[in-house]
């Protein structure tokens, strides 16, 4: 019982003060009309006093001349912008909420081998942290698993939703911890040989479960072919990587320093999978390898520190322009959990720093919208406006990259989102401080 009210206790915590009857939770739906807006579509240039329409969760229309519906709730954006909602490539939003209370974070499982653990299935509908995200603009996340070489399947979740089935966004990935050949920290005290073998070990153990799966994905062809309904062994490793072995599935490949970033790609092409580079944090060093094997990179967070202590301080900074200028696709992410609401200021910095390698503000906004989109595979419903893709944008008051821009309309798979949130409400107690009740001998 004592365990039952402290989980209480602590939901109650979580949740605040909010109510589900409370007018600023209240999601809403039918059809808009954003006019005299200036409208950044990303894949169409910038539309000047534009109007967008949405209709049926979906973008029905966008341009100058677009007349508001007779029934359509009218938004005036005046002297305002409308985006496409963000897209963040990778995060732990929704797996975590209290990094010092273990029974709110829910990023791992037991095991070195568990590609079919769905981090969907643990996703929180109810974190806080979600809110806090998607009022910066920020509409959808790719939800990573941690931990173990093969630690589990992400998945791209939309910011609105009162289960994990709703929040799914269409795209899933199975990750790869690619093995590291170097050490780990500067706690890290093992031996080069004790390096050397641990990861020839690794590496030796992520070929043979391919190779399992791959014989797994013969047998499941024979058995389909010769039509046979008998039941396939109960390999539910070798299962969760059929969709990645017959290309159905993006693979995830985690890898960081430049000699790992190497034999990824080396196993990428060897393996012959639909790929993603994640993290890539010495990826400017091989970024020409990167783009002529044409793997697309996630990379961040870019504010993040050097990898090397000789390195430039501004190397982080750079990444993701200097991957840009080689020809690499890449897109951003903040590999956060509470902090995610931060991804357009680090697309902000990417600009900033790599502006002299040609990457552009335009650059960063679409490495953060549309760009992850295609690597997902979901760039015909999200990361740009358009017509017929589901309406997930927002209305701020200026450059969505700048700190000090304020979302004022929010709208996610064509619900309209309140703009509010824990730190908004906090924001507003505290604004002012005034007691309600006067101590004795105080003025009220």
Do not use: C
């Not at 938004?75 to 990778?90: C, K, M, N, R, S």
């Amino acid at each position: 019982m004592r365990s039952l009210l402290l989980l209480a206790a602590l939901a109650v915590t979580l949740v605040g003060t909010a109510s589900a009857q409370d007018p600023a939770y209240r999601y809403e739906t039918g059809t808009y009309a954003i006019t005299n807006a200036r409208i950044e579509t990303v894949t169409n240039g910038t539309i000047e006093n534009g109007t967008v329409v949405i209709r049926d969760g979906a973008i029905e229309a966008v341009g100058a001349g677009v007349s508001a519906p007779a029934d359509a709730v009218v938004i005036d954006a005046t002297g305002h912008t409308v985006y496409p909602g963000l897209i963040d490539g990778g995060t732990r939003l929704g797996l975590a909420e209290i990094g010092a209370v273990a029974v709110t974070i829910d990023t791992d499982e037991i095991g070195d081998v568990t590609p079919q653990v769905e981090a969907l299935t643990a996703v929180n509908p109810s974190s806080t942290h979600i809110p806090v995200t998607r009022v910066e603009g920020v509409t959808h996340a790719v939800t990573v698993p941690q931990g173990g070489l093969l630690p589990g399947t992400a998945a791209l979740i939309h910011l609105v939703g009162y289960s994990p089935d709703q929040m799914f966004a269409g795209s899933r990935a199975i990750v790869v911890n690619f093995p590291q050949s170097g050490r780990r920290g500067r706690w890290d005290r093992r031996t080069d040989e004790a390096i050397a073998k641990a990861t020839e070990e690794a590496m030796k153990k992520l070929n043979d479960v391919w190779d399992e799966a791959v014989a797994y994905a013969r047998i499941d062809s024979a058995r389909t072919a010769s039509g046979s309904s008998a039941p396939m062994p109960y390999q539910p490793e070798a299962a969760a990587l059929l969709p990645v072995l017959r290309g159905e599935m993006l693979l995830m490949v985690e890898a960081n320093a430049a000699a790992d970033i190497r034999a990824a790609l080396e196993w990428i092409e060897d393996k012959n999978v639909r790929a993603v580079l994640t993290g890539a944090a010495e990826g400017w060093r091989l970024a020409d390898e990167i783009a002529e094997a044409g793997v697309p990179v996630i990379t961040g967070p870019v504010t993040g520190l050097p990898t090397r202590g000789s390195d430039r301080y501004s190397r982080a900074y750079e990444n993701a322009a200097l991957l840009h200028a080689a020809g690499v696709e890449v897109a951003l992410r903040t590999n956060e959990a509470e902090n995610v609401r931060n991804l357009p200021f680090q697309a902000g910095f990417a600009a900033a720093y790599g502006a002299r390698h040609g990457f552009t503000r335009e650059d960063a906004l679409a490495s953060v919208t549309i760009v992850p989109a295609r690597i997902l595979g979901v760039a015909d419903r999200i990361g740009s406006i358009e017509v017929g893709k589901r309406a997930s944008l927002f209305v701020a008051t200026g450059d969505a990259l700048e700190p000090s821009t304020q979302v004022t309309h929010l709208f996610i798979e064509g619900v309209r989102v309140p703009i509010d949130s824990r730190h908004i409400r906090l924001y507003e107690e505290y604004l002012d401080r005034t007691p309600a009740l006067a101590l004795p001998g105080e003025s009220r």
